[in-house]
Antibody, heavy 129, light 110 residues
Framework: QVHLEESGPGLVKPSETLSLTCSVS???????????WAWIRQPAGKGLEWIGH???????DYNPSVRSRATVSLNMSKKQFSLEVRSVTAADTAMYYC?????????????????????WGPGTMVTVS | QSALTQPASVAGSPGQSVTISCTGS?????????VSWYQHHTGKAPKLVIY???NRPTGVPDRFSGSKSGNTASLTISGLQPEDEAVYYC??????????FGTGAKVTVL
């Protein structure tokens, strides 16, 4: 069974960088797992927004709304993946979740997956102020 | 990447059925059978209840069912239970290669 847990500062100043880590507890190695590891956020009173994801080979993709400011990275030896969002504003205040998809794979022609998030962390609130 | 459109709220009495629609376009729902649905109770993480249009993860009651026609997907909850009261979000893969969520629908059990 897979468990995810987010960690990081709950308060970030405007124009600074938001940094979060997701710790993965799983009965398999991240280096062989056919999944995207993703970040999703929810501003208060609003809906869910996919931020981005990373595959085991390091390939990433991002929501166009944050592509220029966000980086998702992977540390398989620590069983963690991370999110950085630079130059934050109040609009980045949200509950941040890490999650994994049901399946995904990447090959030389591209990446494919069903984008269904079956495991979520409990979430961590980040306030920009 | 515009959010998929859901009704703001849906209501039903215990034991009744409710259906939540999720309207997209030919760039998302209309092009892929990768529609998923999430149940979100306040203060908890969202929970996957349907994936790949109509598949239920292990442990999800069979009163939850999904379908798709054209650019619109639907989630039906049959035999509505008090614990089904939550916000439900749909999601779809898009031609951009990334997912998009719906606006969310609040299900109220009367």
């Amino acid at each position: 069974q897979v468990h995810l847990e987010e960690s990081g500062p709950g308060l970030v100043k405007p124009s600074e960088t938001l940094s979060l880590t997701c710790s993965v507890s799983a009965p398999f190695s991240m280096s062989t797992s056919p999944y995207y590891w993703a970040w999703i956020r929810q501003p208060a009173g609003k809906g869910l927004e996919w931020i981005g994801h990373i595959y085991k080979d390091g390939r990433t993709d991002y929501n166009p709304s944050v592509r220029s400011r966000a980086t998702v990275s992977l540390n398989m030896s620590k069983k963690q993946f991370s999110l950085e969002v630079r130059s934050v504003t109040a609009a980045d205040t949200a509950m941040y979740y890490c999650a994994k998809v049901v399946w995904a794979y990447c090959n030389v022609t591209g990446c494919f997956g069903d984008d269904a998030f079956d495991v979520w962390g409990p979430g961590t609130m980040v306030t920009v102020s | 990447q515009s959010a998929l459109t859901q009704p703001a709220s849906v209501a039903g009495s215990p034991g009744q059925s409710v259906t939540i629609s999720c309207t997209g376009s030919s760039s998302d729902i209309g092009s892929y059978d990768y529609v998923s649905w999430y149940q979100h109770h306040t203060g908890k993480a969202p929970k996957l209840v349907i994936y790949d249009v109509s598949n239920r993860p292990t442990g999800v009651p069979d009163r939850f069912s999904g379908s798709k026609s054209g650019n619109t997907a639907s989630l039906t909850i049959s035999g509505l239970q008090p614990e089904d009261e939550a916000v439900y979000y749909c999601s779809s893969h898009t031609t951009g290669g990334t997912p998009v969520f719906g606006t969310g629908a609040k299900v109220t059990v009367l």
